[in-house]
C-alpha cells in the first residue's frame, strides 16, 4: 500500500491522495504511538553505545524511504499555487515534516541517509517561500509556518546529533537561516509562530557555529547579522510596549529573562526570538576563531589554555558595534530612536556575560560604569530603560568587581522602591531591582547596612498589590540567606511584621493559599533556620539569654500566624463544612514553623500559651492526608515529627500527643495526634526511597519514644501493625535481591517486633507463608560481616542484636529441623553483630587519630594534580565520553533506587532499649541453650567467627566447650 505511494508520484491526485490519507491516518498514528515511546536517545544510558532500533531502520525503510517521492510531489503542487494555499496539501506536509523529525531526532535510519540531500532541498524551497510579515491567521498559512517551524528543528537536529550527514548541506541551511532572521526587522508585527520561526532561524545558526567548519560558513557574516538580525530584535518595538502595560509578568519573562545562566551553541527551547538571538550574540561573542577539533569526534575535557592569546569576536567586533549608540539624554521620548536603540545595546550587554568573565575586570568595570550606571544619574530615565540595566547588572553580577559593587547597589536600591511613573505602571523596575540586588548578594556582596535593607523591604509587604509583596517576600528570603549572622539579630524585630503582611492575604475560608501567603511562608521559614544556626555558645551567658528571649518572641508570632492561618481562617460558615481541614498549602514551610516554635518550648504552660496541642492536632490531620510526595517539601515534615517526639518526651506530663480530639477529617471522629503522625509515616514507607529512609528512622522515634499509658495501648499496637505491614510489603517487593533499602526496612520491623513479638509474627505470617522467617533471615543478612551497606551507627547494630538475640530465643523455644539454617545464619549474625558493636568505638578513635593524616595526603595528591594538570589536559574521545556517561548513569541509577547515603548512618531513637546490657542479653542467651548451641550438627560457629568472638570475648571459651 505505501510502497503504490512512492513508486506512483505521477499518478492521479485522487489516487494519491487516497493512498497517502490511508498509510498515514491509519497506519503511521498507530505505529508512532508506540515507536516514539522506543526511539528515545539513550533509552537505557547506562549502556555505552545503544544499537539502532530495528523498529525505526523497519519504519523508516518500509514507510518514510517510499514517501519522499510523494513529500516531494506535494512540496511542488503546493509551492506552484504560489499566492493561494491548499490546505490539504500543507497538511499531508507537515505529517511527513513530524515523521522525518521522529525518525531522525535520536538517530539516523541507514535507509534515509542517502535521501537527506534531497529532502532537505525541499525544507529550503518550503523555508525560501516564507514572508513572515505576510502571513495571515488562515488555516492554510498557519500550517505552512508549522511545517517551517519542524523544518527547522529538524535542522537543528541534523547539525547536532548526525554532522558527519550534513557537512555538505551546511552552507545551504545557513544560507536559508540568515534568510529567515533577517527577517526580524520586523518583528513587531510578527504573530507568535512567525517569531519562533526566527527564534529557531537564529538557534540553528548559534548550533553551526559550534561545530568545526560552522565558523568558516558563519564569520563572513558576523556583521550583516548584528546589523541586520540580531540588533533589531534586541531593540524596543511597539509590541514590547504594550505587552508592559497589559501583563508585565509576561513582559518580565519574556524580556527580563533569569534562565540565561549558560550561553550555549547547543541551548533549546529558547522560544522567543529576543533570547535566541540574546544567546546567539554570546556564542558570537566568545568565538576566537574555527576549532582545531571535530565537536562530533572529540569532546573536550579541560582545555584551557589554547586560544587564550587569540583576541575574542567579542573584543574586536561586538563591544565596538554597540559602543557606537549613543546614550539617551534626559528625558528622552520613549519613540525616540536613541532609546529604543539603547534598550537593544542592554539586552546586548545582558547576553555577555560569559565574554565579560573571561576578560579583564577593568574592561567590565568600565563597561558597566560608562554605559550602564549613568543612567540611573538621569532625571526622568525611562522606566523601559532602568528595568533592563536592572537585568543587565543582574546578568553581569559574577562578573563584576567588588570595588564598585556598592555604587551599583545603592542604584538598585533607588530602583526598589520606584514608584509608578503616570500610567506607566514600573512594577518590572523593581522587579528587575529585587532580581539584580538577589544576585548581587549570592554573589558575596556584604550591603553596608544590613538593617536599612530589611525595613526596605519590610515596609513594601504592605502593599495591596499580591505580586509586588511576593516579590518582596522572595527577596528577603533571599537577604535572609545571605546575611546569616548579620541579619540574624534583626529577625525579632521585624517577623512580627512580616507575619502581619501575610495574614492580610490569607483567604478567609480554607481555600488554596495565594502565591503571596506561600512566598511568605517560605521567607519566614528561612529566618527559623537562620536564627537556629545563629545560637551562640553556652559559655556565653548574656547572649545566650538574648537568644532564647529572641526565640520566645518569634515562636509566639509563629503560633500566631498558624492559628489564624489553621484554626481562626477554618472556622465553618455553616455545619455542611465543619469537617473542613485547611488547605495543604506549603506544608513544608508551615511545618518548619512549627518545629522551630516546638523548639523553643520548655515548658507545659508554653505548650498552653502557644496552643501547641491544636496546632499539633491540625497538622497531623494534614499530614496524615498528604500524597504529594515531594522531596523538598517532605524533609521539614519530617524534622518536625522529631521535634514533636522531642517536646512529648521533655514536657507532655498530660499526654496530649495520646489524647484523642476531634478530627477535620470527618465529623465526629476522633484520633490522636501520634496515629495522625504514624498515618503520614505509614504511606511514607512506601513512596521514594530517601522518604522511606526518613520514616522508617521515625518508626523507631514513634515506638520508643513516647510513654504510652495502659489506655493507650491499642493506639501503639495499632500503629505497630500498620508500620509492619508497610514495611513488610516494601521488604517483599525487594527481597530477591540484597539491597541498601533492606537495612531501614528491616529495622523498622525490628522495633515493632520487640514492642509486640507475638502479635507482629503472626502478622508477619499472615502477610506471607514463612514471613517471619523470611524477615529474620533478611536480618540476619544485613547484621553480617559481609552486608553492604553494613549496619554503621551504634544505635543500628544494638537494635539487630536485641532482635537477633529475641528470635534466636524464640526459634530455639520450639526447635525445628526445617528452621536449623535459619537460626544458625542468625546465631552467626547476632555473633559478629557483637563483635562489631565492640569495635565501633575503637574505630571511631582511630579515624580521629588519623584525620590529621588524611588531609595531609590529600594535600599531597593536589600537589601532585597540579603538576601533572598540563599532562592531563587532553583530547577525550567520543567512545571515552560515552563510557564516563554511561557509568555516571549507573551511579546515578543507584542512587535514586537506594536513597540518600547520608540517612545510612543516622542514629536510631531506641528510647529505654537503650539500656539493655547487650553483653548480659547475649552471654544469658547462651548460657541458657548451651546444649543446643554447642551441637555441631545444629549450630556450627564458622572457624574464624569462632576465633574473632574467643578473641573479643575470652568468656565465652568455656561456654562453647564440649564437655
Known amino acids: 500500500m505505501v510502497f503504490i505511494v512512492g513508486n506512483k508520484p505521477d499518478a492521479g491526485l485522487e489516487q494519491i491522495r487516497g493512498y497517502l490519507y490511508i498509510s498515514l491516518f491509519l497506519l503511521l498514528p498507530i505505529t508512532l504511538v508506540d515507536w516514539l515511546d522506543i526511539v528515545q536517545y539513550f533509552m537505557n544510558p547506562k549502556v555505552p553505545k545503544e544499537p539502532m532500533p530495528s523498529q525505526l531502520e523497519l519504519i523508516a525503510k518500509d514507510i518514510l524511504v517510499p514517501l519522499q517521492a510523494t513529500f516531494r510531489h506535494f512540496v511542488d503542487k503546493a509551492l506552484s499555487l504560489q499566492d493561494r494555499i491548499q490546505v490539504e496539501f500543507e497538511q499531508i506536509l507537515l505529517i511527513i515534516c513530524k515523521c522525518m523529525y521522529f525518525a531522525v531526532r535520536s538517530y539516523m535510519p541507514s535507509a534515509l541517509s542517502p535521501l537527506l540531500p534531497s529532502f532537505c532541498y525541499d525544507l529550503f524551497r518550503i523555508l525560501d517561500s516564507l514572508s513572515l510579515d505576510r502571513t495571515s491567521s488562515k488555516d492554510g498559512s498557519m500550517l505552512r509556518l508549522k511545517t517551517a517551524k519542524r523544518s527547522l528543528i529538524i535542522f537543528c537536529t541534523l547539525v547536532t546529533r548526525h554532522r558527519k550527514h550534513t557537512d555538505k548541506l551546511m552552507p545551504s541551511i545557513i544560507n536559508c537561516a540568515f534568510k529567515l532572521a533577517k527577517q526580524s526587522t520586523c518583528i513587531a508585527k510578527l504573530d507568535p509562530l512567525s517569531e519562533r520561526i526566527v527564534s529557531l532561524a537564529f538557534d540553528v545558526i548559534s548550533h553551526i557555529l559550534e561545530t568545526g567548519p560552522g565558523w568558516r560558513f558563519v564569520s563572513p557574516h558576523f556583521s550583516s547579522l548584528l546589523n541586520s ?7 524596543l518595538n511597539q509590541k514590547d510596549i504594550v505587552e508592559w502595560e497589559e501583563d508585565t509578568d509576561e513582559y518580565i519573562r519574556k524580556n527580563l529573562p533569569s534562565d540565561l545562566d549558560e550561553i550555549s551553541g547547543w541551548a533549546e527551547d529558547l522560544f522567543t526570538a529576543r533570547k535566541s538571538a540574546i544567546n546567539l550574540l554570546g556564542v558570537i561573542a566568545m568565538s576566537k576563531g574555527p576549532p582545531t577539533v571535530s565537536s562530533v569526534s572529540k569532546r573536550k575535557k579541560g582545555d584551557k589554555s589554547k586560544g587564550r592569546q587569540q583576541r575574542s569576536v567579542g573584543e574586536l567586533l561586538v563591544i565596538p558595534f554597540l559602543s557606537k549608540f549613543p546614550m539617551p539624554s534626559d528625558g528622552e521620548e520613549t519613540s525616540s530612536k536613541i532609546l529604543s536603540d539603547y534598550y537593544g545595546v542592554l539586552m546586548a550587554y545582558g547576553g555577555l556575560q560569559d565574554f565579560l568573565r573571561e576578560i579583564s575586570s577593568e574592561y567590565t568595570t568600565t563597561l558597566v560604569r560608562n554605559r550602564v550606571l549613568p543612567l540611573y544619574s538621569l532625571g526622568q530615565c525611562s522606566p523601559y530603560l532602568i528595568a533592563t540595566a536592572n537585568w543587565v547588572i543582574g546578568e553581569l553580577a559574577s562578573c563584576l568587581p567588588q570595588a564598585m559593587n556598592a ?10 522602591t520606584m514608584p509608578d511613573i503616570g500610567n506607566i505602571n514600573c512594577y518590572p523596575v523593581r522587579a528587575s531591582a529585587a532580581g539584580a540586588i538577589a544576585e548581587l548578594l549570592e554573589n558575596d556582596y556584604v550591603p553596608a547596612d544590613w538593617l ?7 515596609n513594601g509587604l504592605g502593599s495591596e498589590d499580591e505580586s509586588e509583596a511576593s516579590l518582596l517576600f522572595q527577596l528577603l528570603g533571599t537577604v535572609v540567606e545571605a546575611g546569616q549572622q548579620n541579619v540574624a539579630t534583626h529577625i525579632p524585630v521585624i517577623v512580627s511584621s512580616i507575619a502581619g503582611a501575610i495574614t492580610k492575604h490569607l483567604p478567609p475560608i480554607p481555600e488554596p493559599w495565594p502565591q503571596v501567603v506561600e512566598q511568605g511562608f517560605a521567607a519566614l521559614a528561612v529566618m527559623a533556620q537562620t536564627w537556629q544556626d545563629y545560637m551562640p555558645d553556652e559559655t556565653k551567658k548574656q547572649q545566650n539569654q538574648e537568644w532564647q528571649c529572641g526565640r520566645a518572641a518569634i515562636a509566639r508570632t509563629f503560633s500566631s500566624l ?65 500524597h504529594a510526595w515531594e522531596e523538598i517539601e517532605d524533609l521539614a515534615i519530617f524534622s518536625s515529627i522529631r521535634e514533636a517526639v522531642n517536646l512529648h518526651r521533655r514536657v507532655d506530663y498530660t499526654d496530649f500527643f495520646m489524647r484523642r480530639m476531634s478530627s477535620h477529617i470527618s465529623s465526629g471522629s476522633t484520633r490522636t495526634i501520634i496515629e495522625g503522625i504514624s498515618a503520614f509515616v505509614t504511606e511514607a514507607i512506601t513512596a521514594y526511597p530517601s522518604a522511606m529512609w526518613r520514616a522508617c528512622s521515625c518508626v523507631h522515634a514513634l515506638l520508643n519514644i513516647p510513654r504510652f499509658s495502659f489506655e493507650t495501648g491499642t493506639v501503639k499496637q495499632l500503629i505497630t501493625v500498620a508500620f509492619t505491614q508497610a514495611a513488610f510489603s516494601r521488604f517483599k517487593d525487594t527481597h530477591n535481591r540484597p539491597a541498601g533499602l533492606w537495612k531501614p526496612l528491616l529495622l523498622a520491623i525490628s522495633s515493632c517486633y520487640l514492642s509486640y513479638p507475638e502479635k507482629i509474627k503472626q502478622i508477619l505470617e ?23 551497606p553494613s549496619l554503621s551507627s551504634e544505635s543500628e547494630i544494638k537494635l539487630a542484636v536485641i532482635t537477633l538475640a529475641k528470635v534466636v530465643e524464640q526459634l530455639l523455644g520450639s526447635p525445628s529441623d526445617s528452621d536449623i539454617k535459619i537460626y544458625r545464619d542468625c546465631f552467626v549474625s547476632l555473633m559478629e553483630a557483637c563483635i562489631h558493636l565492640k569495635e565501633v568505638g575503637q574505630e571511631d578513635e582511630e579515624e580521629e587519630d588519623g584525620a590529621g593524616d588524611i588531609e595531609n595526603e590529600a594535600s599531597d595528591e593536589e600537589s601532585d594534580d597540579d603538576e601533572d594538570s598540563e599532562e592531563d589536559e587532553r583530547e577525550e574521545t567520543e567512545e571515552e565520553f560515552l563510557e564516563r556517561y554511561a557509568k555516571a548513569a549507573d551511579e546515578l541509577s543507584e542512587m535514586v533506587e537506594e536513597g540518600d547515603v547520608e540517612y545510612e548512618a543516622q542514629e536510631l531513637e531506641l528510647g529505654s532499649l537503650d539500656e539493655v546490657d547487650i553483653q ?12 543446643i548451641l554447642i551441637q555441631v550438627q545444629a549450630l556450627p560457629l564458622p572457624y574464624s567467627v569462632f576465633q574473632r568472638v574467643l578473641s573479643t570475648f575470652p568468656e565465652y571459651g568455656l561456654l562453647f566447650q564440649v564437655s
Open 452 to 458: 536599612t535593607l530589611l525595613q526596605v523591604l519590610v
Open 766 to 788: 499472615k502477610e506471607k507463608d514463612n514471613g517471619f522467617l523470611l524477615w529474620a533471615c533478611g536480618l540476619a543478612h544485613v547484621s553480617s560481616s559481609s552486608f553492604e
Open 229 to 235: 538580525a540580531i540588533f533589531p530584535v534586541l531593540s
Open 920 to 931: 548480659k542479653t547475649v552471654l544469658s542467651l547462651v548460657q541458657k541453650h548451651r546444649q
Open 562 to 626: 498558624l492559628q489564624q492561618a489553621w484554626l481562626i481562617s477554618v472556622k465553618p460558615m455553616d455545619s455542611a463544612i465543619c469537617s473542613t481541614l485547611p488547605p495543604p498549602s506549603c506544608i513544608d514551610d508551615a511545618s518548619a514553623l512549627l518545629g522551630f516554635i516546638m523548639q523553643s518550648v520548655i515548658t507545659l504552660e508554653e505548650v498552653k500559651e502557644l496552643k501547641i496541642t491544636e496546632l499539633l492536632a491540625v497538622w497531623s490531620d494534614l499530614i496524615a492526608d498528604w
Open 407 to 416: 555604587d551599583i547597589y545603592s542604584s538598585l536600591m533607588k530602583t526598589l
